[in-house]
């Protein structure tokens, strides 16, 4: 598994496919009639049978969305909501879909059966915030960033298509509002607290600079993002932006943390081995270079006393004048002082190295302490983390993006 995180969208597959304006009217048409076209229904709905692209309630996963909005409702934000549906192993939607279509059988054909409920917040907030469940149909609520690129992008809300009434609600316009109202003021008390989780862990991969937080403004509420702190100052030409959304940052995070936790609770020799093994195949090379860089310095350290010896020797001899020996005496001195430093440099390195076995040991006690993170703290993060890369996002052949995220262990360094 490699550190990357995917901004590929697996929604909305037939908007990929459409560039004719042809498609695009016939769709309209088809969604004032009130047609859902998606691949597959929303959690909750299946498609009726009998009338082609028409949303029926399905009885039997109509209370997964019942369940969440009740939790909301009692008060309970999206974090907690997602710990409580992994707690009572509620099946996510993935799950469902892979167990009625096949769907997804990469992810869960052979993986252990808790992914059968590994939600994420992700996951709890957009079911949160469709209006799918009070009867309504939402369309174009993504678009491509532009005419040549595939990246999709969430449009302004304004544009949104929404036809009311479509099928049968499993959740009332008074509890879906009010559920509305919890998750915006939520979002304004996370303000303060989203800079703290990740203060002074996030670098720049361009510049190594610190990423700074910011906001921007948005009709469906304020959203948080990191950029580079050096192109914030002083622009383009200094570094490039090196944005990443605090939410995605977060789950993907998440997402590594959780994962390790599980390893350390299911195996934690296997772990062991690996990061041993992850930790030798870094420093292994660094160790040798610092034991060649030692035996060098303490050889030479030895060939300046002898050579001091015999310059003390040689002048009281007569044998150079005491210009000479003062000259050349303070150039030996000088390079015996700076030759102690970086032995006591090398040899602290060299000490630190060999300490990797025992900093494995306690990352994982660590992680086992703090079971199965179901949301991040300052604490946490700063207990298991040294710090977190943050590359650009770049383009790839199929036209999504990818970025790379590069997590740093403390004690361990970089795993995968
Ligand atoms: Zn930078």
């Known amino acids: 598994m490699s550190d990357f995180v995917l901004f590929k969208n697996l929604f909305n597959e037939w908007f990929a496919k459409d560039t004719s304006r042809k498609i695009k009217t016939s769709m309209n048409a088809k969604f004032r009639a009130g047609e859902h076209t998606c691949a597959y229904a929303p959690i909750g709905y299946k498609k009726n049978p009998d009338i082609k692209n028409k949303l029926m309630i399905d009885e039997e996963t109509r209370w997964i969305v019942e369940k969440i909005f009740e939790l909301a409702l009692l008060g309970n934000g999206t974090s907690k909501i997602m ?7 509620v099946p996510t939607p993935s799950y469902l879909n892979y167990k009625r279509f096949g769907t997804f059988s990469n992810i869960y054909a052979d993986a252990p059966e808790e992914k059968a409920w590994e939600w994420n917040i992700g996951q709890v907030k957009s079911i949160l915030k469709d209006e799918t469940y009070i009867g309504n149909s939402v369309h174009y609520r993504q678009t ?30 008074s509890d879906f509002d009010n559920v509305q109202g919890q998750l915006a003021s939520r979002r304004r008390e996370k303000k303060d607290f989203t800079t703290q989780v990740f203060a002074g862990l996030l670098k720049c991969s361009g510049c ?21 702190g050096k192109y ?39 772990l062991l081995k690996k990061l041993l093994n992850a930790g030798d195949r870094e420093s292994g090379a660094v160790r040798k270079k610092q034991e060649n860089d030692l035996k ?72 086992r302490e703090t079971a199965y993170p179901t949301e991040l703290t300052a604490p946490l993060l700063n207990t298991l983390i040294e710090k977190i890369v943050v590359h650009d996002a770049v383009k790839v052949e199929d036209g999504t993006k990818e970025q790379e995220i590069e997590i740093y262990y403390r004690f361990i360094g970089k795993i995968e």
């Open 232 to 270: 914030s100052m002083y622009g383009k030409g200094y570094c490039s932006n090196h944005h990443i959304h605090y939410d995605t940052l977060y789950a993907y995070v998440l997402s590594r943390l959780q994962y390790w936790s599980k390893q350390a609770h299911t195996d934690e020799e296997k």
């Open 144 to 173: 491509k960033a532009s005419f040549k690129s595939k990246r999709r992008v969430y449009r302004d809300k304004s544009e949104w298509l929404t036809i009311e009434g479509t099928h049968e609600p499993i959740i009332s316009k």
């Open 208 to 228: 190594g600079w610190a990423l700074t937080y910011a906001t921007h403004k948005r009709k469906d509420g304020t959203y948080g993002y990191y950029k580079c």
């Open 83 to 89: 710990k409580l549906l992994i707690a009572d192993k």
């Open 296 to 367: 060098r310095a303490e050889k030479r350290r030895a060939e300046l006393d002898n050579l001091f010896t015999r310059l003390y020797e040689d002048w009281v001899a007569g044998r150079i004048t005491e210009y000479n020996f003062n000259m050349l005496s303070a150039k030996y001195q000088d390079e015996q002082a700076q030759l102690d430093e970086q032995l006591n440099g090398l040899k602290a390195k060299l000490n630190e190295t060999r300490q990797t076995s025992t900093d494995a040991e306690q990352w994982i006690s660590y992680i």
